[in-house]
T-cell receptor
């Protein structure tokens, strides 16, 4: 099975711009989660989508949003970029399992976003 | 709320020596616990996980971890370090729909 794929792998934007990142989960996986990784804050949960619905959300401002399509692919959008948004954004998918989302998450390689 | 504490942001061991990476968790419910590894410029790869049952969990690349409820610990070990083990390791606890990660421990292997 192909793993989780993320596009693009690298992105450079300037302050004030917006950006859209894409994630394709492993075939058959319906849950997609997004994480932000920075040297200072480590790995922080952004949000999780399951069957096109946002099921969980972390403590990030409203500039960070996401969506999931019927084929389980997910996109994450960040509007009005700030310097502090520079980070590695990781997407993870989980196989169908018991309710509660405590299944193993499989991570993609990430998108490295640099905001200038 | 659940949380994870990893003791030591950097750990150095000699090649062939025992690897021990420490992790303590806080959870109000029986936890699902994970160890992930991240190599430079890559995503996270699952090493092993504990859900229920046997408290000694074996993972990939010769790693194992033991769940100790009384100590709220889930330390990662490997009997003999290899140069290829140099990476960053993350302990994590699962909550509904998300994973709470520790700050990570960077493992250095000395020749």
């Amino acid at each position: 099975k192909a793993g989780v794929t993320q596009t693009p792998r690298y992105l450079i934007k300037t302050r004030g711009q917006q950006v859209t990142l894409s994630c394709s989960p492993i075939s058959g996986h319906r849950s997609v989660s997004w994480y932000q990784q920075t040297p200072g804050q480590g790995l922080q949960f952004l949000f999780e989508y399951f069957s096109e619905t946002q099921r969980n959300k972390g403590n990030f401002p409203g500039r960070f949003s996401g969506r999931q399509f019927s084929n389980s692919r997910s996109e994450m959008n960040v509007s009005t970029l700030e310097l502090g948004d520079s980070a590695l954004y990781l997407c993870a998918s989980s196989p169908p399992g018991i309710a509660g989302g405590q299944d193993t998450q499989y991570f993609g390689p990430g998108t490295r976003l640099t905001v200038l | 709320a659940q949380s994870v504490t990893q003791l030591g942001s950097h750990v150095s061991v000699s090649e062939g020596a025992l690897v021990l990476l420490r992790c303590n968790y806080s959870s109000s419910v029986p936890p699902y616990l994970f160890w992930y590894v991240q190599y430079p410029n890559q995503g996270l790869q699952l090493l092993l996980k504990y859900t229920t049952g046997a408290t000694l969990v074996k993972g990939i690349n010769g790693f194992e971890a033991e769940f100790k409820k009384s100590e709220t610990s889930f330390h990662l070990t490997k009997p003999s370090a290899h140069m290829s083990d140099a990476a960053e390791y993350f302990c994590a606890v699962s909550e509904i729909g998300k994973i709470i990660f520790g700050k990570g421990t960077r493992l250095h292997i000395l020749p």
